[in-house]
């Protein structure tokens, strides 16, 4: 199964979710970590870990195309993309099982997403089938209540669903990430971990849905 988190806007948390997602599922499935942000932020991140995730790199799109090929119910691809368009990326979206994209509370965040949603038409031609996206509610401000423009746009765009889950901003989520460790495996914000546990849990319903057809 391939889970991508993915956007074409850079700065509104896809690593962070992508190596929370990672740390969190871990226990319970074979899960494979894909680093194909440029920063390489995820690669870093395991090498503070004591026990260490299976991170890999591809140097370049023919060797991703066979890794990603060999799919299999057997393991739990998490892919983290960078904030750009590419081959390698759009590979990876057409294959998804489950996209997943973190949006913000950010004034330009409706902006960020019209161009998405264009590059995910594109590419639902070229698949010849939708290409559907879970959008996620992360890294907003908790007192912010006036998200409705941005719920309205998300609510009539065929190929966007909202995910029930939110994360917003916390600083234990930094702290956490300085340690190697996600949030779940940090215990001193008790809202974060919350948080982020009914996350878990709402991807892990799809993901039986999806394995199980």
Known sequence: MIIIVSHT???????TISFNLATALNSKY?????D???????TYLNEYRKEPL??????????FKKYITKDSDQRISIIDVGGFDSTRNRIAMIMADLIITPVSDSSTELLGLMKFEKILKEMSEIAEEDIPVKILLNNINPQKKDLEDLKKFIAK???FSLLKSTTPTRAAY????????GILEYKP???AGLEMQKLIHEI???IKEKING
């Open 189 to 191: 914000d008790a809202k």
């Open 30 to 34: 074979n899960i494979e970590v894909i």
């Open 204 to 206: 892990e319903v799809i």
């Open 174 to 181: 930094d702290k956490a990430l300085g340690k190697g460790l």
């Open 157 to 159: 765009t065929p190929l």
């Open 36 to 42: 194909l942000d440029f920063q390489k932020t995820l």
């Open 54 to 63: 299976i991170v890999k790199n591809f140097d370049n799109d023919d060797e």
């Open 9 to 15: 806007k850079g700065g509104v948390g896809k690593s």
